[in-house]
């Protein structure tokens, strides 16, 4: 069952990911919705994608679904598939074959019904009802071939039209996942110029791990920004549903991201999860209103729809637009949506500089168990109640997605992540040595509940 998460199914190709649990996955997944509706399939780059492809359509034509085969695409192509009509027939579920920014041996399935993330308590039903299936179930790869790719890469050239003629260069890191296979037609199609780096789609990943979260993973984009000496820069993992955005001076994360694009937003209501920066809530708040919310992108899709939200980010440069787009993280919109401030000339160094001056550390997980992570939460939520004299004064505490304790110089936040056995903390302060008693001290509770 450790293969059926929070927010998709993950596991390690032919162990974990075997034929016969992934034709059940298809089967079972296909009664659920039901014989005669259509399921819209896609893949990423990783080697084993195709053969998983073919063991979820054989489930899916064992329960009389039919089989719309995208091919391989980014993330966002399957979701945007769920939104159009092919030779009449409209999906009613999509899939997504990725193992997005974890290493080459693992693969997963993302699900949406009806344009719904599908998450939580229903993927660890469905697990449960795989895992008791004796449905036995033969090859049967037939597939509807669609043209989704085509229609999302016409769609979003149109949609960006006023591109068209953007001089400023600029250079891509793909980092050998499927993000080129819409954004190069795109800025072909716009007329932008542009240096893609590592563009082929290679589930080996041979350049770096495809995951922008990481500085790490940045060094080769700053490199060539430097010898080139273009002024923006862009990054994707794997399946290209989150980005990062360089600029000569700053590395811009998600939501610092969402400061800038909902400044171009009449109104906007923009909706943070809790690892984000006050910064960013003070400031949207100035212009508009920001929503703290739960860490996760099925979270976060739910309450878009729920508030009529403009978009939604996590720092992780996962940005859901609903503002001109369906709800879904996109980065390849994304990067349009930034392209479009960078045309309008918007000074995204000067902008930045003039926010208040914070000091924070990145995620930093500390292990523990699936059994363990949510019951240390539990009891750190009680040990707060009568803190001891070792923590500074606590304005407040936000208990939505794990514990963000406000103190009067920053914040700290820990939380239980949803898909591995981890605890996420995170630590932000007004100065050095503000950060550094928050995050001592909060550790210090949190060491005491384990």
Not at 9 to 23: M, N, Q, T, Y
């Amino acid at each position: 069952m450790s293969i059926y998460r929070e927010y998709d199914i993950r596991g390690v190709f032919d162990k974990e990911l075997s034929a016969d649990r992934v034709k059940k996955l298809g089967f079972v997944l296909g009664k659920l919705v039901g014989a005669g509706k259509a399921a819209a399939i896609g893949y990423d780059a990783r080697t084993h994608s195709p053969k998983l492809f073919e063991w979820l359509v054989s489930g899916f034509n064992r329960a009389g679904v039919k089989a719309l085969k995208i091919g391989m695409c980014p993330t966002p192509v399957s979701y945007f598939a769920g939104f159009c009509e092919f030779d009449g027939i409209r999906p009613d579920l999509s899939v997504m074959i990725t193992g997005s920014h974890n290493p080459p041996e693992y693969n997963g399935f993302k699900i949406t019904i009806a344009n719904a993330p599908f998450f939580g308590e229903q993927i660890y039903d469905l697990g449960r009802k795989i895992e008791s299936c004796g449905e036995r179930i033969p090859d049967d790869f037939t597939a509807t071939q669609i043209d989704a790719l085509d229609r999302y890469i016409a769609y979003l050239s149109e949609q960006f039209s006023e591109l068209k003629g953007l001089k400023t260069p600029l250079v891509f890191d793909i980092g050998n996942g499927v993000a080129a296979i819409t954004l190069k037609p795109i800025l072909e199609n716009l007329g932008i110029g542009a240096k893609l780096l590592f563009e082929e789609p290679d589930g080996t990943f041979p350049n770096h791990h495809p995951d922008p979260s990481e500085e790490e993973n940045l060094e080769l984009l700053k490199q060539e920004m430097k010898r080139s000496s273009q002024k923006y820069g862009f990054a994707f993992d794997g399946d290209a549903d989150r980005i990062a955005m360089l600029s000569g001076k700053y590395n811009f994360k998600g939501d610092i991201l969402s400061i800038f694009l909902a400044k171009k937003i009449k109104n906007p209501i923009v909706i943070g999860e809790v690892k984000c920066s006050q910064v960013m809530y003070d400031e949207i708040n100035k212009f508009g209103k920001a929503i703290m919310y739960k860490t996760g992108h099925s979270n976060l899709k739910v309450k878009i729809k729920e508030t009529n939200a403009s978009f939604a980010a996590e720092v992780s440069g996962h940005i859901f637009f609903n503002d001109r787009y369906f709800g879904y993280d996109d980065a390849v919109y994304a990067a349009l949506r930034l392209i479009e401030l960078i045309k309008e000339g918007f000074d995204f160094d000067g902008e930045y500089e003039k926010l208040p001056k914070v000091y924070s550390t990145d995620e930093i997980k500390v292990k523990t168990t699936e059994e363990e992570k949510f019951k240390i939460i539990d009891r750190l939520k009680a040990a707060l109640k009568n803190p001891s004299a070792e923590l500074p004064k606590i304005r407040d505490i936000i208990d939505i997605d794990g514990v963000r304790v406000i103190f009067e110089e920053g914040w700290g936040l820990v939380r239980a992540s949803n898909t591995t056995p981890v605890l996420v903390t995170r630590f932000e302060a007004s100065s050095p040595e503000a950060l550094k008693r928050i995050q001592s001290s909060l550790t210090a509770a949190l060491e005491k509940c384990q």
